[in-house]
């Protein structure tokens, strides 16, 4: 039966994901590839593109079903990339797949998912910090939360146990320290003929 049309983005079960329409950007550029980090957790998941824009449409968590297809999804985006040897596709994929787990545990331990008092966004405006509001408990929706945690972080562990992925993330990484050098190599030699320039 179709999504009624008022419910919420977020109620609605995303389409069973056709990997073969998924590219792989990260492999035919090589300063797109560079430019992306691994980093800590989920750092950069909603924020590098193209993939995050290909990958955020199949991320839902509200309830275990709609869980549990949107980290099928997911796994099967993961499991295309790592084939495709998309390092960046794979890692993002894996990043959404964390962050299912997260977010929903959030949601189970505070009521309307909110975990500090202040954003971000209003300490980058105003300064000072922030603090954890207390969990909440026996409030509705905690346990189907708790379980579509269950259902990511099962998703998140077969990731990270991929071989193969930890592969591409190891030669990614060499890759993108020689990258990094030379690039900062190439800024020095381009400062030093510009100060040679200004002197002449």
Known sequence: MPPKAHQKKDEEPTQPLDVTTLPTPALTSTPLRMSYRIARGEQGVLTFEPYKSLLLPHW?????????????????????????????????????????????????????????????????????????????????????????????KGVWRSCMGDERYLELKREFLVEQRAWDKAQKAKVTKEEVKSEDDSNS
Not at 117 to 135: F, H, M, N, Q, V
Request: charged letters at 35%; zero cysteines; hydrophobic letters at 30%.
């Open 60 to 152: 839902r968590f509200k309830t275990i079903p709609i869980a549990t297809h949107s980290s099928q999804n997911l796994k099967r985006a993961f499991d295309h990339y790592v084939a495709a040897g998309d390092l960046v596709g794979a890692d993002m994929a894996r990043k959404f797949i964390q962050m299912g787990m997260t977010r929903a545990k959030r949601y189970a331990n505070h009521k309307g998912g909110r975990k500090y008092d202040r954003s971000e966004r209003e300490i980058e405006k105003e300064g000072g910090e922030r603090s954890e509001l207390p969990k909440s408990e026996g409030h509705e929706g905690r346990e189907e939360k708790l379980g579509a945690s269950e259902v990511f």
